[in-house]
């Protein structure tokens, strides 16, 4: 009830739209009546489903789940190897060979401290986003990849990040958690990120060892002290880099030995070779409550609210500790639990989240030939301020909405949907016409056109107030009729079509 | 220049040199992000803020203070930069001890007037000499402790929320590393460059501004603040662009002259500037740095002076509101390498310019360049450049409650500036 009162204290103060850039910046009773992202949704659960485990609708996307349904559309997503994603595959191979090099590969390839291959990867990245049908998968990688942040690109890394994008991250996505973060600690690239291999017995760095159960695993609140700290540095000393070769190797005569503990974990760890201590110390993390419920929250985040629910959460984590930390019982239980059904329009996308479903529902397809287009998208995620792989701390992307509340961005994106609707740049890719968005039969007003419009954009009908927004824009009433020659079906397509894309519709997600 | 760095942190590849440096100011802190809380932030201001007009002018790539500020009688200076040293007879001279560089000229009637000055051997705790961990250290600000957010960020996050154009990254679409965290800042290319692209002419503004205002009334909060803000910050650049700006100096052509003079326009438009931050880089001199009349130096001190100079005229009296200081993440290795150039050093120069700056002075230790004291062979650092930001901000910008902008930072100070009357 409060909130019709408030709607309708706004409505008087705000009423005629034209000061209205200004009232709604400028009053701070605007954040009182602000609406729910409920009500920029259509009530599908199969839309739902889809903003949240996928980088963005597509005609095609909606009616595949619509004709599998959701169980199985999520079955399908969970095990990715039984989607033909050849073309995708055929994109990353042709166009970005050298991602599935080795380091050894890499080292012999390119030039000591080229970015050529980072610069791959960043491409490769946008491109799998965009274009594999493996959607789920790619989300999960994105979502690995913050977690076990390793900026890419940063020079350290310049021989091996692809290495652990393909060994790392991609190998373990949907496998167990215990042996992704065992991945992770003897991969090169984590070790020069985090400077454990620099990490020694007499000269420990702690950067490692506190980003292991601070982000890694436990968490800040996991209950851990600065002595379990310490230990936790000690003990992973020794795992290092062979710096011939660019690889892990464990280096015994770096390694601390004497006995270490780290919160319920002890070793007596006696043996200058520490590095089974080590394994059997990263299982006790990947295996703890509190690492659990830390990634149990971090998925939440992702997928259900920015405020989530701690009966679901404690679920989550139950059920990632009862399966041996294996991530996909838990995806499941989440997209099938009553609070996720529940979470409609209460998260945003974030300015990748946002570029990608612009592409995927324009139907943007990848350059002909070369990348210049791809190269693009990442300068676009950069400019917008998420170019993936890019975070440069080691916590990753923030995930919740506050963080991402900027005017500079809002207004980048506002500019990228009008950039990408008028396939004014990177104009190298290649895009169905706008008039594509459109059926064959032109809508018989433009009150249709902006009905048809909007459900082919954001999937549903717009409010009439709304409604109304767009064809002031369009200078024309809802019955006027709609002939082929119209400026709304012509030169102004591309902007009515930006428009629809800057609204709060498109940025829910 | 086009030389590339040699060191072992730098890349050769098709990523231009120009945007790896733009990218390393700007990894992370990012134009999309800002933070949360933003639901009054274009109410008015319960306390508004009435303090100098900070600008931070990063000097990216490692800025040479030694041969900028010019320790002319220590006899190690010499020595040390055989060929690429500044002759006695050619620098200004400041003190009995320094020389100004001659390509720094523009700035000198401003260091007789006592409004531009400098701190020589500034250094940073956890010394380290890779480009991107000392700019991330140095925008971070908080040694020894595990805060992700950048001081300008906690800087802002201590006053009330301001005006859309609270705090402003000029010349680049990425906030600095130093704004990192959930205050919120407007990063742009220029005033002229922040428009809505599809809004050609008034009549397009106005429909798109008001279709966008209609479209996010009532929004969630989480769309709609931004989108508000957003449109604010476009009605006031608008205005701007609307009135033209006939600067009262002539600026280099040149992108930092550019980013300096909308600096100066948005401070004299009184839309609320609190912060500014303007990146200027390629200053990382392994090689030919050049010599006292030509070459990669000459030309970047020449274009840095005459840029600060032209906006200090520019700002007239305006100037008594603004402090304008430069950072860079260190110096350079006080002995000259083989290829006529410079490495990574520690020990750097700050400059600084405003009417509340204590210049015609060179402020801060010389440790000298004895052997001795040097750190790890290069000019030591005797000032914590977290001091001289904490006494700018106490002085000049209503600062308080330093322990939280800089955790663990003395109280020492060296008096860079005076209080704001």
Redesign the interface.
């Known amino acids: 009830m409060a909130t019709l009162t408030r709607r309708r204290v706004f409505g008087l103060a705000a009423a005629g739209t034209a000061g209205l850039a200004v009232s709604t910046a400028t009053t701070s009773s605007a954040q009182a009546v602000a609406g729910s992202g409920s009500d920029y949704v259509a009530h599908d659960q199969n839309l739902h489903l889809l903003r949240r485990a996928t980088f963005g609708l597509t005609p095609a996307a909606v009616s595949s789940i619509q004709r599998s349904g959701r169980r199985a559309w999520l079955e399908r997503q969970l095990d990715p190897a039984s989607i033909d994603d050849s073309e995708c595959t055929r994109l990353i191979r042709s166009r970005f060979p050298r991602v599935s090099w080795t380091i050894p590969m890499a080292r012999d390839g390119i030039e000591p401290f080229s970015w050529d291959l980072m610069s791959d990867l960043s491409k490769a990245t946008i491109a799998r986003a965009v274009w594999s049908k493996r959607q789920l998968f790619e989300v999960m990688c994105e979502f690995w990849s913050n977690h076990l942040n390793v900026t890419n690109p940063s020079d350290a890394v310049w021989d091996n990040r692809h290495d652990y994008d393909r060994t790392v991250i991609r190998r373990h996505a949907l496998g167990r958690f215990e042996d992704m973060l065992i991945a992770s600690a003897t991969h090169p690239s984590m070790l020069l990120y985090l400077n454990n291999a620099e990490s020694t017995k007499d000269n420990p760095n702690e950067n490692y060892g506190r980003e292991l159960l601070e982000l890694h695993s436990v968490s800040v609140d996991g209950g851990y002290d600065e002595q379990d700290m310490r230990n936790s540095t000690l003990l992973m000393t020794g795992f290092g880099i062979n710096w011939t070769a660019g690889t892990f190797a464990y280096t015994a005569r770096e390694h601390y030995r004497g006995r270490v503990s780290v919160m319920g974990f002890s070793d007596p760890n006696p043996d200058a070779d520490g590095y089974q201590v080590g394994i059997r110390y990263l299982k006790y993390l990947a295996n703890h409550p509190s690492t659990a419920k830390h990634l149990a929250h971090k998925l939440c985040l992702r997928f259900v609210s920015d405020e989530p629910d701690a009966a679901l959460e404690r679920r989550l984590a139950r059920i990632y500790l009862d399966n041996g930390t294996a991530i996909k019982p838990v995806l499941r239980a989440l997209f099938l639990s009553d609070q996720f059904t529940a979470s409609l329009g209460q998260k945003t996308r974030r300015p990748f989240e946002d570029l990608t479903a612009t592409l995927r529902v324009l139907g943007y397809g990848p350059d002909k030939q070369g990348a210049d287009g791809i190269q693009a998208l990442v300068w676009i995620a950069d400019g917008l301020g998420q170019q993936p792989l890019a975070w440069s701390p080691p916590d990753g992307y923030p995930d919740a909405a506050p963080s991402w509340k900027s005017a500079g961005g809002t207004l980048s994106r506002w500019n990228t949907h009008l950039s990408l609707a008028a396939h004014w740049w990177p104009d190298s890719l290649t895009q169905p016409p706008l008039r594509s968005l459109l059926p064959r039969r032109l809508p018989k007003t433009h009150g249709d056109l902006v009905d048809v419009l909007a459900k082919r954009l954001v999937f549903r009908k717009l409010m009439p107030r709304h409604r109304a927004a767009v064809l002031a824009f369009l200078e024309r009433s809802a019955s006027d009729p709609l002939a082929t020659g119209d400026a709304a079906v012509g030169w102004r397509l591309p902007y009515v079509v930006a428009l629809i894309l800057d609204s709060p519709y498109f940025w829910v997600r | 220049m086009t030389t590339t760095c040699g060191c072992?942190?730098?890349?050769?590849?098709?990523?231009s040199r120009r945007a790896?440096l733009g990218?390393l100011g700007a990894?992370?802190?990012?134009?999309?992000?800002?933070?949360?809380?933003?639901?009054?932030q274009?109410?008015f201001a319960a306390t508004p803020y009435t303090g100098d007009v900070l600008v931070v002018l990063s000097l990216r790539g490692g800025f040479d203070g030694l041969n900028t500020i010019v320790p002319t009688t220590d006899p190690r200076y010499r020595e040390s930069r055989p060929t690429i040293n500044v002759p006695q007879n050619a620098l200004l001279p400041l003190d009995s001890m320094f020389g100004l560089h001659p390509a720094m000229a523009p700035l000198k009637p401003f260091w007789d007037a006592g409004t531009f000055g400098a701190v020589q051997a500034v250094g940073m705790s956890n010394p380290t000499r890779?480009h991107?961990e000392a700019m991330?250290e140095m925008e971070r600000a908080a040694p020894g402790s595990?805060i992700?957010t950048g001081w300008l960020d906690r800087t802002l996050g201590l006053r009330d929320l301001g005006s859309?154009f609270q705090a402003v990254q000029m010349g680049s679409?990425?906030a600095s590393?130093a704004f990192r965290g959930?205050s919120?800042?407007?990063?742009?290319w220029s005033i002229d460059d922040?428009k809505?692209?599809?809004a050609w002419n008034v009549t397009e503004r106005n429909?798109?501004?008001?279709?966008?205002?209609?479209?996010?009334?009532?929004?969630?909060?989480?769309?709609?603040?931004?989108?508000?803000?957003?449109?604010?910050?476009?009605?006031a650049a608008s205005q701007m662009q609307d009135a033209g700006y006939t600067p009262n100096a002539t600026y280099p052509a040149t992108d930092l002259g550019a980013a300096l003079r909308d600096v100066a326009r948005v401070i004299k438009a009184d839309v609320g500037l609190q912060v500014a931050a303007v990146d200027y880089g390629d200053w990382d001199m392994h090689t030919d740095l050049g010599t006292v009349d030509s070459g990669w130096l000459h030309d970047k001190l020449d274009e840095l002076a005459s840029s600060m100079a032209a906006f200090a005229t520019d700002l007239g009296a305006k100037l008594g509101d603004v402090t304008i200081v430069t950072l860079t993440e260190f110096g350079r290795s006080l002995v000259e390498n083989g290829s006529g150039g410079v490495d990574h050093g520690h020990g750097q120069a700050v400059l600084l310019l405003g009417g509340g700056v204590r210049g015609g002075q060179v402020h801060g230790t010389w440790p000298t360049l004895e052997d001795g004291a040097l750190e790890g062979g290069d000019l030591a650092g005797t000032t914590d450049y977290r001091q001289i930001l904490a006494e700018i901000l106490e002085k000049r910008c209503e600062g308080s409650q330093m322990s939280t902008v800089f955790p663990g930072l003395t109280s020492d100070r060296i008096g860079v500036v005076n209080a704001r009357p």
């Open positions: 072992p942190d730098y890349a050769r590849s098709e990523i790896f990218r990894v992370g802190a990012l134009a999309g992000l800002t933070g949360a809380g933003l639901s009054t274009m109410a890779s991107f991330e595990s992700r859309a679409s990425m590393a959930p919120p800042e407007l990063a742009m922040f809505l692209s599809g429909r798109w501004t008001t279709a966008l205002g209609s479209l996010h009334d009532r929004a969630p909060s989480t769309v709609g603040d931004p989108a508000g803000t957003a449109l604010s910050a476009l009605a």
